[in-house]
């Protein structure tokens, strides 16, 4: 059970209904977030919802039998909409396309690449400055420095950042250099982490685990959900599984699915979800038409010089003729569901 | 190595080059198929072309360094059409539907069905006969007699029919009464059935197996066309992974892959791929997206009384609107990739 | 629920208990095997047993929630025992050591192999005549012919037999020549085959299908026992999935859920489950310690010049060395549980 | 490459050993851990080994074509023998049994269970009191007043503690209250966890992660060793796969490839691996069997009230016969491989 608490029910109110739902036979866990409050109510009791309902400082009652509660479309059957600064709203009606290289590798790379995003359109990058690579002898990108130097050209430019953040410790120190954080699938489960991102009142971008069930993955965007904060992407980013002919199994299932079982966005990452370059634009394509909210892209002005993932990233001008495809895709979408 | 032999070689010629080429450490196999006479060469030798690249009865000679090489696109760089009888063809240029129920219950149906089917202008018709049932006391299909009905009422409405073999003593039985044989997906490494199925004159559609590789899946392909069929329809329906949510695993990635490596057509299986009524549609739109040359869709009159699979079948009204968008879809592609 | 009927139960008291069932709301399937007759109902009710519990005719009455009934352990708790011609027994209670190569290349071979196991005390020989392969340009066996001379030398030297039947028509060509019928992991739901099977009085050795659920897997042998074969031995042979380090992941797990949801004997294939030949042993002596009732080795006089799974085949200096271990492993397992 | 160095080598000579190795293509990588000092060279150069081989400041150099070098088994052959405080060892020739509830849910449960080890024996308790949870709802543990309470008993009666850390600034909390670090399988590729347990000087028991390929399992204790900490459990607990009958697939298979491929010792966790209590004796068994070092099981005086993981939890009694049974298996495996 998820009970909408009122703004301004006061902390009395709170006790009372406490009190009342526990005595029910429910464990009540109270959450804060910058749109609201709630009050989760977890257990197996079934009641007469007068016994509650008209208590003060109640805004509503839903019975969620999802394990999820906050990020359940079962009380919330509208879309959310996630504002990113003052002029970038992410949700359904607003699709949006993210893109970037794999690393942020030098100054001179990130100005060409919002040259580039800037002529096409596009105002979100990607791009890491801390790596996570399976060898600890790899290139693990060039740390906050690099996020300075890369957050003020885009800042200059009106690009939005995204990027990932892979301990508690980065947080803060990242906290004013990016307008989205993403949280990268090997951290799915890292539950402090999704704790402190939740106390942030900046989106967070969650990919799912490569192993994570959708259960799991819409339990780990509960995690930041009932820490406080509600603007949470949810990202597709390929699977593991038998097939090694590619880098993982894009899972489109997933899709639908998120989309009906949650109120919030869903992304997909078609680079990693194939991670075979020429593969990417028919698979970001089949992502539209699945219903993605968004698509997140490797582009890199040179691949076969990038010093991560270059094997999954578009060149300028694959990626130009990829965005205009993408876009048009997205019109077709609007139209045919019209 | 791949030899393409001319029509006329005479059996003289074949022994001369068979000679030739095991001198050079092939093992040579020869293939002979409604369309064309080919001597695969298996070994890892590396030698000049010119020994053998002009002798008589050679058409062509190709370096194909794939497992499975007549399915390969290395030697055959046009995509093949496949007729399905006199006024059908399959292929990248003719994108084809396939609709029908997972099973044939009764002649009313059958008829409901074609009248469906007609007035929205499909032309090609699934339904099950066989039925591979995991369950030894489930309902196993109505069988031959059945097959027999099924197929006057669509030859006399100019419906082909696709529908699965599940063994070899089957072929002989059903062959003047399918257009298309289907090959199930845990028949999908049943060699006997595949080798027989190469002997026959009517296109075969193959189901990936379910926990088939690309690899393993082109080498099934194999074994029909060096049997002698060339007519071989790929079809990706979902693979296993650990993910429950939903029947399968829709790998769409699978279908770029297959395109460029074989030079076969690809059809997408959405209703067994994801296997929730509600998700056929967007996983079909997203297969369009992927590059599928048809589909293969689960319907049925009153998907709740169906005896098999009513969960995956979209009922009539679904259906119609259904069609509709998959042309706009196809039509949406060829336009985006003129 | 499942109806132990009496040998002696007349066809019209058969009628009455069918008719009585299927009033209750039950679906009746008769059964007879070599061993007995059953009815398995298939249905949801839930009723009094006394309506039917005094109908004559009727031996035993069991409610068998499980999927599979005839199998299952819910009523029949103790072991099924095998007889494998006059002088063998596989269950349980007599430890099952099965050798050989894994494809049946030469009459020496056969004679070779046979000095070797009868100086080792081992009675079961595996060998491939017909192979299923990957690739139809790989060696497919010597067939039925091959199967004759092994046949004659294993009659001769007291050894039994298990080799793998691909398809129904093999069934009465191998039938006089093989003790065990085996059934390979591809065809492990071709359930034609698993029908024939049923009709024949000789034990088949059923392995999972390399991405078979346990449930499927039981669901299997239950389409041989309810075609009339009692006779059958599951084999747990590795499954597929991300690791790709080993050939396959041998389940182990399966060994003791298997044990536990089914009288069957349960036996290990370690040979296929992990594929390299160093790691054969352990895995074996691991099957040996979780509760397997046998074993299926592959070894190989030259292992490296096997014409198949020569990674795989211990040879024979291995192989001494291994059966003394792995029956030092059997009785240490005896007196643990003592 | 892998050099070796002296313990005395200078900074100079140092210096000049990485631009000598520099020159050659490689990029070198210095590492010190408490037992030796080591200079990690990444690169594809092949050279005549004489150009560096006798340098000052080198100890040894060896080839190490693995893509983990510290980790693996090819510059050093013997088993690593890994301290426990003064009183214990980890090692191929020490067989650890590590046992205790999932949770440590109260000061009361630590005496008994404390009482309960030391009369049979086992000096390795494991309790949770961190808790990943996949719900944040759930019970998260009893934290580190918890650990301190846990500690003080165990070290007033000898017994050593793993217990899980989740986060980075979790470590110096934590660690003057265990003896070995565990590293969870959801945090195994967290690798900023992974850098910080390298600048420790006390055991850490990695376990794979649910989906980790081995390749990846060793670079993750490779991210350990590289920064300065040898002492590394590898723990093997199940993966993710498409069997859902348990709640993971214990891969024993990986038990022989990680002996053969590293020269860290290898415990298996058959609780988690295969979550259902009846079988975690034959799985424990299976993998003594299999090679195992050591084991970490679940117990709890009782399981059906337990706070968490009660269905894998072997009751007290259960326990004393399984610790039996392990120790004559170990015993028989010495004897076995004399």
Redesign the interface.
Known sequence: MLIQLLENCSEEELEQIITQVSSLGY?P?PVKTQYGRYL?C?GKAEFDIRTIGNMQGIRDIHIVAD??KLVSRLWKVHPTEIPVGDDMVISGNHFTLGMGPCSIESEEQVIQMIGFLKSNGVRLMRGGIFK??????SFRGLGIDGLKIFSAHCRANGIKIVTEV????QIPEMHDYVDIFQVGT??A?????L?ELGKVDKPVLLKRG??S????FL??A??IF??GNEKIILCERG????????RN?????????LK?KSHLPVFVDPSH??G?R??VE??A???????ADGLLVEIHATPERAISDGDQSLNLAEASRFIR?VH??VR?REA?NA
């Open positions: 464990k866990a989760i977890i394990q999820s996570p690579r399976s060898s600890p002898y892979m301990q508690v410790s090997r951290n489960q890292n539950y402090n982490l704790d490569m192993s069930t959708l259960q799991e339990a780990s509960e995690y009932s820490n699977i593991r599984g038998f097939e090694h002919a590619y199994i894009l899972d489109l299932n997933a899709v639908p699915y009906e979800g194939v075979i020429r593969y028919p698979m394509l089949a992502g539209v038409m699945a219903g495809k048009d895709a077709f045919l």
